[in-house]
């Protein structure tokens, strides 16, 4: 299982599992596509790379997820593989996905943020909780 959905009373609670960080990470950014999309359906037909940097894990995690929400936005991107590696506190992302279908892809929920509140990063379980604004 790469993430679960928590209880929350007006948005959409993730917890993101793995045995690295980078895979938690890598795990939330498939959470937020498949809080939006079914991200099972998506195929891996282009490849896009970021790097994003923050001053903490949490700020890196804000970051690294708000940069998929503007891709989406301004590219109409969805993925469904993430290759996540930390250099210090830069994120370098590679992801492949293709352009958003409606009729392909099965949309869910619009997510217009992501928040820091409640969010958490456990290095040591690891562990992150997020919480999507819809």
Same mark, same amino acid.
């Given at each position: 299982?790469?993430?679960?959905?928590?209880?929350?009373?007006?948005?959409?609670?993730?917890?993101?599992?793995?045995?690295?960080? *980078?895979?938690?990470?890598?795990?939330?950014?498939?959470?937020?596509?498949?809080? @939006?999309?079914?991200?099972?359906?998506?195929?891996?037909? *282009?490849?896009?790379?970021?790097?994003?940097?923050?001053?903490?894990?949490?700020? @890196?995690?804000?970051?690294?997820?708000?940069?998929?929400?503007?891709?989406?936005?301004?590219?109409? @991107?969805?993925?469904?593989?993430?290759?996540?590696?930390?250099?210090?506190? *830069?994120?370098?992302?590679?992801?492949?996905?293709?352009?958003?279908?409606?009729?392909?892809?099965?949309?869910?929920?619009? /997510?217009?943020?992501?928040?820091?509140?409640?969010?958490?990063?456990?290095?040591?379980?690891?562990?992150?909780?997020?919480?999507?604004? /819809?």
């Amino acid at each position: 299982m790469k993430y679960r959905t928590l209880d929350h009373t007006a948005d959409v609670m993730v917890e993101a599992f793995g045995r690295s960080l *980078e895979e938690c990470f890598s795990n939330a950014a498939y959470a937020l596509m498949d809080q @939006m999309v079914d991200a099972s359906k998506v195929r891996e037909r *282009e490849e896009r790379q970021f790097v994003v940097e923050g001053h903490d894990h949490e700020s @890196m995690l804000y970051n690294f997820l708000s940069e998929f929400l503007y891709v989406f936005d301004v590219t109409g @991107m969805v993925f469904s593989r993430f290759s996540v590696t930390f250099f210090g506190n *830069e994120v370098h992302c590679r992801a492949w996905g293709e352009k958003y279908d409606a009729r392909r892809h099965d949309p869910k929920k619009e /997510i217009k943020a992501i928040t820091y509140h409640m969010m958490s990063v456990d290095p040591v379980r690891p562990l992150v909780r997020v919480v999507f604004d /819809i």
